[in-house]
């Protein structure tokens, strides 16, 4: 049963306008959130994290909203730019801070 | 900073064969290392956490007959797929988490094997 979801497993968006990703998860207890990017052949880059005492963190184009009431977490990345195009997991804790568990991934495609 | 590699980043072997895959964290101390394995498509599954010095934790289902994992220091942990088949044919990853920051941790590039 996963713990984190991301049900779409894909979204194209065109060049400057805003992409947004979500996430779902199922345990309340889970405190700490991250997004990470993940090119073909690579291995994923951490993008932005949140911690369960903020509903909003924020980095350059990249911001990331947390709704505990509703376990859903969401990466807004405004504008969106080319080279913006590939697969961004949800991750969180587990168990404590040693294992990460992600979610299923969704493919981001930026247009011109 | 936080530069993690692996080695090879591909290789091709037969079936009963073993394979090494090597993880090294290249600008920081990692005490903690872990191995994720990737099918195509899915998501990253954790195999196991392995702390310098002592023994992996495997994940549930996981056989640690068939993947040994040693972290014997710092910067270096290795992971052996013995007596390798066409089903351990995956993409392999490692991470490294710097000593002192409980949440980050910082990825490898990947390996991708091929059992033919």
């Keep these: 049963d996963q713990q984190v979801k991301q049900n779409s ?16 998860y199922t345990n309340s207890m889970f405190d700490y959130f991250l997004w990470y990017k993940k090119y073909p052949a690579e291995g994923p880059t951490f993008l932005i994290s949140i911690s369960s005492i903020k509903d909003k963190n924020e980095d350059g184009r990249f911001t990331v909203f947390l709704n505990k009431s509703a376990k859903h977490l969401s990466l807004h990345i405004v ?3 080319p080279g ?3 697969v961004y997991f949800c991750a969180t804790f587990s168990g404590g801070y040693n294992k990460l568990i992600f979610g299923a991934g969704t493919r981001l495609a930026v247009h011109p | 900073g936080a530069v993690v590699s692996q080695h090879p ?3 091709i072997c037969k079936s009963g064969t073993s ?17 994720y394995r990737q099918f195509p498509k899915q998501s990253l599954m954790l195999m196991a956490t392995s702390n310098e010095g002592s023994k992996a934790t495997y994940e549930q289902g996981v056989e ?9 220091s710092l910067t270096l942990s290795t992971l052996t797929v013995t007596s390798a088949h066409p089903e351990d ?26 059992v033919t």
């Excluded at chain 1, 065109?14 to 979500?22: A, F, K, P, T, W």
């Excluded at chain 2, 394979?19 to 191995?35: G, H, N, P, Y």
Aim: glycine share 6%; net charge neutral; aromatic share 12%.
């Design chain 2, 9 to 11: 980043s591909w290789v």
């Design chain 1, 79 to 81: 504008p969106s730019q």
């Design chain 1, 84 to 86: 913006d195009s590939a």
């Design chain 2, 89 to 114: 044919s995956s993409f392999y990853i490692c991470s490294a988490r710097d000593h002192g920051r409980a949440y980050e941790q910082y990825f490898g590039p990947g390996t991708r094997l091929t």
């Design chain 2, 19 to 35: 394979v090494k895959i090597e993880c090294r964290s290249l600008d920081f101390q990692a005490t903690t290392m872990f191995w």
């Design chain 2, 64 to 72: 640690k007959d068939k993947f040994l994992i040693n972290h014997a």
């Design chain 1, 9 to 24: 497993p894909s979204l194209s968006v065109q060049e400057g306008r805003i992409s947004i990703l979500n996430c779902d």
